[in-house]
């Protein structure tokens, strides 16, 4: 009889010992995945071996054997588990532990089960877990753009695209264009979450077995809504991996373009807002600088997501069932949720503590002329002429302002009948006309009442009605959270009794 650590120290066809080159470049980065794993292989293994005592498919006292070593490795921190790239993958790893340990007991964990499926479960068990985590973690984001949205409703500022002044609006409605975004993906999310925890547990090989494990009672002790029918697909989809990547890479894209507009206006050039402190990083040579080291942060991580789910979709171009698509999932997928998570509290911590320099706003406004859309509008609705015809004319009138060193406020009715004449060739009446009230842009802001405008009663309900919506989804993750914990712990009730412990 072999000698306890031997038994499954190959694959059963083949006594070699894996080349140096293949552990370094493939078992290596396999176990670098291991405590991605480690919790999800422990508790896909106990319900596996139940479900096989359950169906009286494996005898009482080998079960008995298995669930007890079980239930102490799951107790063992995944760094000081003996996973070790010389013997293989962390399937292999374990197994060889599991061997040393209760010798050709631990044989029948390999029962109707390949050792993808213990992989797949533990990755859909990391990955609902990461999920559940971070869809609080952007409810938090949304909760702090809509605090700082309700503070700066009426902070006037210069509404920009492509970095130049459009029109008057407000700091607060600017931020809020980073609310509902956030809010989508974090339901994207919880849609992920729901094809993430669906088992593939019990689908043998790729076409089922002959044993019958039965599918539904793994689903329900781990936790799962329910099985992936087809028994292939179950082994080898990963479209659901690419959607998860995609939904992580657009929302830290989101939070990378509000990143990239702060950090131009922390400048001294713009000066609009200050970081706090903790999100900054002083410069070791020049003394006056504190640079938005967060900022870059975040737009590199969005980089980072991106390229992650580039390569991944190249990976999976490969024929149908192939390891290679999921070896890399293994550890692509869970790191790239876990970067999602910090980089999206990173970005809540600098939106709550962000200082809004409303002054600073408010003379970069009123020295410009983002006036001029709601001018050519007015010209167009009390002078009866066309909009194209106001528009060239507010424009001539601009121009004439920006050349003579006036600003937006102040443009009269007589430069606009001078613009017209020069324009249209004939005056609209428009001299001694008072334009208060179109030129204002507090006026100008308050005007902006339709459904998503920036007048501030506006942007308060859509703080308030953002603010509900993350405290939905922040429930919604919690209970499906209470749900998996209480699953986790009546597999465990139920592997202790069954262990006689």
Not at 214 to 239: C, K, N, P, Y
Request: aromatic share 6%.
């Amino acid at each position: 009889m072999p000698e306890p650590e031997d038994i499954f120290a190959d694959d059963g066809f083949s006594s070699a010992a894996p080349a140096a080159s293949l552990i370094d470049a493939g078992f290596v980065l396999e176990v670098a995945d291991a405590p991605l794993l480690h919790a999800g292989l422990n508790l896909a293994d106990i319900a596996h071996v139940l479900v096989l005592l359950e169906q009286r498919l494996i005898p009482r006292d080998a079960a008995q054997h298995l669930l007890r070593l079980l239930l102490e490795v799951r107790d063992i921190p995944a760094a000081e588990f003996p996973y070790d790239p010389a013997y293989g993958d962390p399937y292999n790893c374990r197994e060889r532990f599991f061997a040393s340990r209760i010798g050709l007991d631990a044989g029948w964990l390999h029962a109707g089960r390949p050792r993808r499926e213990a992989g797949r479960l533990a990755l859909r068990i990391e990955l609902r877990s990461q999920i559940l985590g971070l869809i609080p973690e952007v409810a938090d984001f949304v909760d702090a753009v809509a605090r700082i949205a309700d503070a700066q409703a009426e902070t006037l500022m210069p509404d920009q695209t492509y970095l130049q002044q459009a029109q008057p609006s407000t700091f607060g409605h600017y931020v809020m264009t980073f609310a509902y975004p956030a809010l989508r993906e974090a339901r994207r999310l919880w849609s992920e979450h729901e094809w993430v925890n669906q088992s593939p547990g019990g689908a043998g090989c790729v076409n089922g077995s002959r044993l019958h494990v039965s599918r539904e009672r793994t689903a329900e002790l781990l936790g799962f809504d329910g099985v992936i029918e087809h028994t292939r697909d179950a082994m080898w989809q990963i479209d659901g991996l690419v959607t998860l990547l995609s939904t992580a890479a657009g929302l830290v894209s989101h939070l990378s373009k509000l990143a990239e507009d702060l950090e131009i206006w922390d400048s001294r050039e713009f000066d609009f807002v200050d970081l706090a402190g903790p999100y900054t990083r002083a410069s070791v040579l020049m003394p006056q600088k504190r640079n938005p080291y967060s900022l870059a942060i975040v737009r590199g991580a969005a980089g980072v997501l991106l390229g992650r789910l580039a390569g991944f979709l190249a990976v999976v171009k490969t024929p149908s069932a192939r390891s290679d698509n999921l070896i890399f999932a293994y550890g692509e997928v869970p790191r790239a949720l876990e970067l999602t998570r910090k980089v999206t509290r990173l970005m809540s911590g600098v939106i709550s503590t962000l200082h809004v320099n409303a002054g600073r706003m408010n003379e970069a406004l009123l020295s410009g002329f983002s006036q001029a859309t709601d001018l050519a509008e007015h010209v167009m609705q009390t002078c009866g002429v066309d909009y194209r015809s106001a528009y060239l004319l507010v424009g001539e009138t601009v121009r004439r302002a920006s050349r003579e060193g006036l600003r937006g406020v102040d443009v009269t009715g007589e430069m606009l009948d001078d613009a017209a004449e020069k324009t249209a060739g004939h005056r609209l009446g428009l001299t001694g006309a008072d334009l208060t009230s179109v030129l204002d842009p507090r006026a100008i802001v308050s005007t902006r009442s339709l459904p998503g405008g920036a007048a501030p009663e506006i942007v308060r309900q859509m703080a308030a009605d953002c603010a509900a919506a993350a405290s939905a989804v922040r429930a919604q993750a919690g209970e499906g959270s209470r749900k998996i914990g209480a699953a986790e712990a009546a597999l465990l009730t139920l592997a202790r009794a069954a262990a006689g412990e």
